[in-house]
């Protein structure tokens, strides 16, 4: 079935550091696939998104790309900052439906 | 906008005791979806309404949870009896509905966290 495996954290990390979180897929179908967060005490946040092959989603300095050779979305930021402490989940859309990956817990210390 | 309302918050119970959630969605929105997200997991689609017909429930435990969403707008999520493993977070999404789209956003509200004794 549709599956997403993504790096177990957590992840600890100093501000302005280089965060890379790494997610595959199952390759089944054409899927969309996406970065959720999840900041303490909040809902799920869609981050950033991908809907076919070599696209880059990016948002608030964080990319991802839609790699098929791989299978792949692994999310980056350059340099991270204290308030991108959270949960990120990384998922994959067939037919409407969402498979989310077991989230990474990444902080990061002033 | 106001985002996706769910209550309550928290929900402490005992096993085979009774409980229910409430999810009212972003306005306009015709899809529902529940999940639960254990500790440690990612989500799991538990069901998925489009306005009030449910469109999958293969994933819903149902010889002891049930949902509806009787007039296409807000749901209740029911479990009866709880079992331990019940313990999680059940989070309500809402998205629109566009026609040819493989996906359609999902906008999720901020979860009740339920635990059982």
């Known amino acids: 079935g549709d599956s997403v495996t993504q790096m177990e954290g957590p992840v600890t990390l100093s501000e302005e550091a280089f965060l890379t979180i790494n997610c595959t897929y199952t390759?089944?179908?054409?899927?969309?696939l996406f970065w959720y967060v999840q900041y303490p005490g909040e809902g799920l946040q869609l981050l950033l998104k991908?809907?076919?092959?070599?696209d880059k989603g990016s948002n608030k300095g964080f990319e991802a790309t839609y790699r098929k050779e791989t299978t792949s979305f692994h999310l980056e930021k350059g340099s991270v900052q204290v308030s991108d402490s959270a949960v990120y989940f990384c998922?994959?859309?067939?037919?409407?439906?969402?498979?989310f990956g077991a989230g990474t817990t990444v902080t990061v210390r002033a | 906008e106001a985002g996706v309302a769910q209550s309550p918050r928290y929900k402490i119970i005992e096993k085979r005791q009774s409980v229910a959630f409430w999810c009212n969605p972003i306005?306009?929105?015709?899809?529902l979806y529940w999940y639960q997200q254990i500790l440690g997991q990612g989500p799991k689609l538990l069901i998925q309404?489009?306005?009030?017909?449910?469109?999958?429930d293969s994933q819903l435990p149902k010889d002891r949870f049930s949902a509806e969403r009787l007039k296409g707008v807000d749901s209740t999520l029911k479990i009866q009896p709880a079992k331990l493993e019940d313990s999680a977070v059940y989070l309500c999404?809402?998205?629109?509905?566009?026609?040819?789209?493989?996906?359609?956003?999902?906008?999720f509200g901020p979860g009740t966290r339920l635990t059982v004794l």
């Open positions: 991908a809907t076919k092959a070599d």
């Open positions: 306005s306009g929105h015709a899809t």
């Open positions: 999404a809402s998205s629109l509905w566009v026609a040819g789209d493989s996906y359609n956003e999902q906008f």
């Open positions: 390759a089944t179908g054409y899927p969309s």
């Open positions: 998922a994959r859309s067939n037919d409407y439906k969402l498979s």
């Open positions: 309404f489009q306005n009030n017909g449910v469109v999958d």
